[in-house]
């Protein structure tokens, strides 16, 4: 048992380091999010269990020989680095409480319910329903598939939210980030909608937002079948996600990225994004030498189809901060000064939509600092940008039930109701919308001429 005892000292330990310091060094990047995700995300939890695991291995004899009294250590100083986290999880609903103070007037909180701190995974809602795997374009099989998330009760012209999901361009799917907002959003009277894409390495960019797009262009066409009103649509999304959502909400019909769909408006009403990726060339690039560099230009190029050492011009193009526009006399982005090509800095004066964005200071995936810049050069182009930086979450804070997620899905909600026009408000009750699925989108119009 002291044996035992030792190694879930040891094991408390790595979930906790982590999550009290951003590691970015390229050999822990993604031990140390998984750790420190897990860690913070699950804090409460862990507070509850390890005691009473600990506890039951000391009356076993955990402190029988001195590995046990070294993992007593290590699991009492990891609880206090745990309850550090937890206060700090606190300060989150604090923290959108202030940002929004001046924005959003009447803000009121509900407590978290007590299933989701006791199953954080559980994301079944019964009032919300789901309906599944419409398929929104052909050519990719289930990475064209979307799923339609609406009151039980149903809805009648419902803002709209759609949720990209993240995982490095690479992995991930429509059920895997964004479940607790889209629930949280549906039961207050929202239509929200969850879209694959096809992922890298069997496409490159910029094949990923194509498809968003794709997605949106069948809201556009299908959603009041469904209750949601096709002229208010908001985008979000995390990490990938994140950043397709703000690519979305800067390249408002532009034709690069619309194939065979030109006439189809994919301008948004507001944009999302939490702790995505603003600048891929600095994301991409981040390494200077040696081995990280070449595993950073090896993934690279899996999304881009070049590494940033061969073609900086795809990381350039795919960078949201390189699509802000401004007045032509302003300087081009800072974190691009020098390599950003005109045509990303064309059509200055088209507007730009409202920006919330939501980053955490411990993201070691995607560095606040890609946030922070992001934001300074929305502000500069004169965008309505909120920006809430929460101290101590992780990167995927929001995936799963937690405290991070709990003040980040009421302060989305807060944030939406100061940008829907009041004739949009949701309100669940109304006339059940139709529950027929129409088709995908017609694809000698749209998708034929996407890549595949």
């Given at each position: 048992m002291p044996w035992v005892l030792l190694a879930a000292g040891v094991v408390l330990a790595l979930m906790t380091v982590p999550a009290l310091h951003s590691v970015q060094h390229w050999t822990l990047l993604f031990p140390a999010f998984a750790l420190s995700?897990?860690?913070?995300?699950?804090?409460g939890w862990w507070l509850v269990l390890v005691p009473a695991v600990t506890?039951?291995?000391i009356a076993a004899g955990g402190l029988a020989e001195w590995p046990g009294w070294v993992g007593l250590v290590l699991v009492v100083l990891s609880m206090a680095g745990l309850i550090r986290q937890a206060l700090e999880a606190r300060k989150g609903a604090a923290e959108f409480d202030r940002v929004l103070a001046a924005r959003v007037a009447e803000r009121a909180r509900a407590p978290r319910g007590t299933r989701s701190m006791v199953l954080?995974?559980?994301?079944?809602?019964v009032d919300v329903e789901r309906i599944k795997n419409l398929r929104y374009a052909d050519g990719a099989g289930r990475r064209h598939l979307l799923d339609v998330y609406r009151p039980r009760t149903g809805c009648a012209r419902a803002p709209v939210v759609l949720q990209i999901h993240g995982g490095g361009w690479t992995i991930g799917?429509?059920?895997?980030?964004?479940?607790?907002l889209m629930n949280s959003l549906a039961r207050a009277g929202w239509v929200c909608v969850a879209a694959n894409y096809r992922l890298s390495p069997?496409?490159?960019?910029?094949?990923h937002l194509i498809d968003v797009k794709l997605a949106l262009a069948?809201?556009?066409e299908h959603i009041a079948e469904y209750g949601g009103d096709p002229d208010h649509i908001i985008v979000t999304g995390g990490s990938a996600g994140g950043h397709l959502a703000a690519m979305v909400a800067l390249t408002p019909n532009d034709p690069r990225y619309q194939p065979g769909f030109e006439h189809v408006d994919t301008s948004v009403a507001g944009a999302i994004p939490m702790y995505g990726a603003y600048d891929l060339a600095e994301i991409f690039g981040r390494f200077d030498r040696g081995l990280g560099r070449r595993i950073a230009g090896w993934i690279g190029s899996l999304v881009m189809g070049t590494t940033p050492e061969r073609d900086l011009g795809p990381y350039v193009d795919a960078s949201p901060v390189a699509h802000i526009r401004r007045d032509i006399s302003s300087p081009p982005s800072r974190s691009l000064a020098g390599r950003v090509p005109a045509a990303a800095l064309r059509d200055a004066r088209r507007s730009i939509p409202p920006f919330l964005v939501?980053?955490?200071?411990?993201?070691?995936?995607?560095?606040v600092a890609q946030a922070r810049r992001f934001v300074a050069e929305l502000r500069d182009a004169g965008t309505d940008v909120t920006y809430v930086e929460l101290v101590g979450a992780p990167h995927a804070f929001d995936v799963f039930h937690s405290t991070w997620e709990h003040a980040s899905t009421t302060g989305i909600e807060w944030w939406l109701s100061s940008i829907v026009p009041p004739t949009l408000a949701p309100s669940t009750g109304a006339s059940r919308s139709s529950g027929a699925?129409?088709?995908?989108?017609?694809?000698?119009t749209m998708a034929r001429t996407a890549p595949s």
């Amino acid at each position: 048992m002291p044996w035992v005892l030792l190694a879930a000292g040891v094991v408390l330990a790595l979930m906790t380091v982590p999550a009290l310091h951003s590691v970015q060094h390229w050999t822990l990047l993604f031990p140390a999010f998984a750790l420190s995700w897990l860690g913070t995300g699950m804090a409460g939890w862990w507070l509850v269990l390890v005691p009473a695991v600990t506890i039951a291995l000391i009356a076993a004899g955990g402190l029988a020989e001195w590995p046990g009294w070294v993992g007593l250590v290590l699991v009492v100083l990891s609880m206090a680095g745990l309850i550090r986290q937890a206060l700090e999880a606190r300060k989150g609903a604090a923290e959108f409480d202030r940002v929004l103070a001046a924005r959003v007037a009447e803000r009121a909180r509900a407590p978290r319910g007590t299933r989701s701190m006791v199953l954080p995974w559980s994301m079944r809602d019964v009032d919300v329903e789901r309906i599944k795997n419409l398929r929104y374009a052909d050519g990719a099989g289930r990475r064209h598939l979307l799923d339609v998330y609406r009151p039980r009760t149903g809805c009648a012209r419902a803002p709209v939210v759609l949720q990209i999901h993240g995982g490095g361009w690479t992995i991930g799917t429509k059920d895997t980030q964004g479940r607790p907002l889209m629930n949280s959003l549906a039961r207050a009277g929202w239509v929200c909608v969850a879209a694959n894409y096809r992922l890298s390495p069997r496409v490159k960019w910029p094949d990923h937002l194509i498809d968003v797009k794709l997605a949106l262009a069948w809201i556009r066409e299908h959603i009041a079948e469904y209750g949601g009103d096709p002229d208010h649509i908001i985008v979000t999304g995390g990490s990938a996600g994140g950043h397709l959502a703000a690519m979305v909400a800067l390249t408002p019909n532009d034709p690069r990225y619309q194939p065979g769909f030109e006439h189809v408006d994919t301008s948004v009403a507001g944009a999302i994004p939490m702790y995505g990726a603003y600048d891929l060339a600095e994301i991409f690039g981040r390494f200077d030498r040696g081995l990280g560099r070449r595993i950073a230009g090896w993934i690279g190029s899996l999304v881009m189809g070049t590494t940033p050492e061969r073609d900086l011009g795809p990381y350039v193009d795919a960078s949201p901060v390189a699509h802000i526009r401004r007045d032509i006399s302003s300087p081009p982005s800072r974190s691009l000064a020098g390599r950003v090509p005109a045509a990303a800095l064309r059509d200055a004066r088209r507007s730009i939509p409202p920006f919330l964005v939501v980053h955490g200071t411990i993201d070691n995936l995607v560095p606040v600092a890609q946030a922070r810049r992001f934001v300074a050069e929305l502000r500069d182009a004169g965008t309505d940008v909120t920006y809430v930086e929460l101290v101590g979450a992780p990167h995927a804070f929001d995936v799963f039930h937690s405290t991070w997620e709990h003040a980040s899905t009421t302060g989305i909600e807060w944030w939406l109701s100061s940008i829907v026009p009041p004739t949009l408000a949701p309100s669940t009750g109304a006339s059940r919308s139709s529950g027929a699925v129409p088709g995908a989108i017609d694809p000698t119009t749209m998708a034929r001429t996407a890549p595949s």
